[in-house]
């Protein structure tokens, strides 16, 4: 069975730092890996989607790689704001199901 | 836009009860998806749907049930609500292949 681990649990930074989320994988033949965020008390928006094919996506100060052959995967988040606080979940989504597998998130705090 | 609604953010219910949390999508996912969320335990899937009428159980399909008679809508039953049913749930959809889960904004249901 798929198992999705991600390091570390929490993460507390000053504003203005660029940081790495991290997210390891162990079974390799995924469709696809899939970021989101989750502010306490709500749903999950997803950030960033990248197709088992790709190498990396970038949305604003945001940039997501995907190393498929070593289960790994990284969040980059560049000038780190306070409103970027918030839990930091990935998912990656394997060929034969239809389902996703979680890692337990990183809590992520931008101090100001 | 996709968009997942859940058709409550609150809820509050009496032991014994039978609850119903409804989800609707409105981008003709075939897939939709139950899962609960609790602190350090993370996201665990009750239950899952890839056409009207199929099901599937998830990892902790107990005290649970769920109908799916809309390609549009999804809905959880608590049988008989349990304390032990606290929790906040949340639903998903997606397409077929290579695309990721769109999140509704998820129901905090209180069992008392």
């Known amino acids: 069975k798929q198992e999705v681990t991600q390091i570390p649990a929490a993460l507390s930074v000053p504003e203005g730092e660029n940081l790495v989320l991290n997210c390891s994988f162990t079974?390799?033949?995924?469709?696809?890996l899939q970021w989101f965020r989750q502010d306490p008390g709500k749903g999950l928006t997803s950030l960033l989607l990248i197709q088992s094919s790709q190498r990396e996506q970038t949305s604003g100060r945001l940039n997501a790689s995907l190393d498929k052959s070593s289960g790994r995967s990284t969040l980059y988040i560049a000038a780190s704001q306070p409103g970027d606080s918030a839990t930091y979940l990935c998912a990656v989504r394997e060929y034969n199901f239809n389902k996703f597998y979680f890692g337990s998130g990183t809590k992520l705090n931008v101090k100001p | 836009d996709v968009k997942v609604t859940q058709s409550s953010r609150y809820l509050v219910k009496r032991t014994g009860e039978k609850v119903f949390l409804e989800c609707v999508q409105d981008?003709?996912?075939?897939?939709m998806f139950w899962y609960r969320q609790d602190p350090g335990l993370g996201l665990r899937l009750i239950y899952f749907?890839?056409?009207?009428?199929?099901?599937e159980k998830g990892d902790i399909p107990e005290g649970y049930s769920v109908s799916r008679e809309k390609k549009e809508r999804f809905s959880l039953i608590l049988e008989s609500a349990s304390t032990n049913q606290t929790s906040m749930y949340l639903c998903?959809?997606?397409?077929?292949?290579?695309?990721?889960?769109?999140f509704g904004s998820g129901t905090r249901l209180t069992v008392v």
């Open positions: 981008m003709d996912h075939e897939n």
């Open positions: 998903a959809s997606s397409s077929q292949g290579v695309y990721g889960y769109t």
């Open positions: 079974d390799s033949a995924i469709y696809n």
């Open positions: 749907s890839y056409d009207v009428k199929m099901k």
